[in-house]
């Protein structure tokens, strides 16, 4: 009897452990379990976005002379100034040091590149690259649909994609800007498919502050200001599907992004195109630190 009652209280103790050991486990894979788009749509805003930047490269470099270009690439490569070795010292080891030096630089024009070449590839693997983003699109289109995206939004992202490659056919600067912040907006509406997504916002604002630029150069201040607001009206959207304690680093990046589209409302104000640029390149920055 005793033995009897002794097995069946042993039998209740295992399983209240084993009750125990799995509930936590239950609780866990309930925890943090967010709707992200998947990587193949955010392939595709990637690769537009890097795309912008190369020909927002290849833009600056062709204002450089190549004088300008070649004293410039001396620099990245930490070659623009003499080290304090060769200031001072015995004469002797002066001498050597000037001597490897000249024949380092010798070495390195043989090897340079000029100012035209170098657009030319950086234009090379912009094509490259495009086809790849036609291709990251057509992975993901059919999870789009199913997900429930609208077959016109679809096609407005098409439409877009397609200026955006025309354009680049083209080698037009302000087309490639233009038309490439709007497939980037485009995609806006497919990040909103997943509810916990915040690339979808963080799409119209990048959106906003190429457009704004853009008006800016063509002197309508007034609409460049009115986008600048909208791209302000955003950050303020993600920042209420934000959460304060598992989101701090996002939050503190949103803070910068916040700060640094108050800055360019500042510079509409300036009449310098240089500043705006400054303030519009370093709010794209603080877009792309909030995507990682």
């Known amino acids: 009897m005793k033995k009897g009652i002794l097995t069946i209280i042993l039998m209740i103790s295992m399983f209240l452990s084993i009750s125990c050991a799995n509930q936590p486990n239950k609780k866990s894979s309930n925890i943090d379990r967010r709707e992200k788009a998947p990587q193949t749509l955010t392939k595709v805003?990637?690769?537009?976005?890097?795309?912008?930047t190369s020909v927002d490269d290849i833009a600056k470099t062709t204002e450089l002379t190549e004088m300008e270009f070649q004293a410039q690439k001396l620099e990245k490569e930490g070659n623009g100034k003499p080290s304090d070795g060769n200031k001072q010292g015995n004469p002797q080891s002066n001498q050597d040091g000037n001597q490897a030096k000249n024949q380092k630089k010798d070495g390195e024009q043989k090897g340079n590149i000029t100012r035209d070449e170098e657009i030319f590839m950086k234009w090379r693997g912009i094509d490259k690259n495009l086809?790849?983003?036609?291709?990251?699109?057509?992975?993901?289109?059919?999870?789009?649909v199913k997900k429930g995206a609208n077959p016109d939004q679809g096609k407005e992202f098409k439409k877009s994609l397609n200026s955006f490659t025309k354009?680049?056919?083209?080698?037009?600067?302000t087309d490639i800007m233009d038309t490439g912040s709007r497939s980037i907006n485009s995609l806006a509406p497919f990040f909103d498919l997943y509810k916990d997504e915040i690339n979808g916002d963080l799409s119209r604002i990048n959106y906003s502050t190429y457009q704004a630029f853009l008006k800016a150069k063509e002197g309508d201040i007034k609409t460049a200001d009115k986008l600048i607001n909208e791209a302000a009206e955003y950050s303020g959207r993600i920042r209420q599907k934000l959460d304060k304690d598992k989101d701090k680093d996002k939050i503190k990046e949103l803070d910068k992004l916040s700060l640094a589209i108050s800055d360019m409302k500042l510079a509409l104000n300036e009449n310098s195109i240089k500043l705006l640029e400054i303030k519009r390149d370093i709010t794209l920055k603080n877009i792309k630190a909030l995507r990682e």
């Open 167 to 173: 354009a680049i056919e083209n080698r037009q600067m």
């Open 45 to 52: 805003m990637d690769g537009i976005d890097k795309l912008l």
């Open 131 to 144: 086809e790849e983003i036609h291709k990251d699109w057509n992975s993901y289109e059919v999870e789009g």
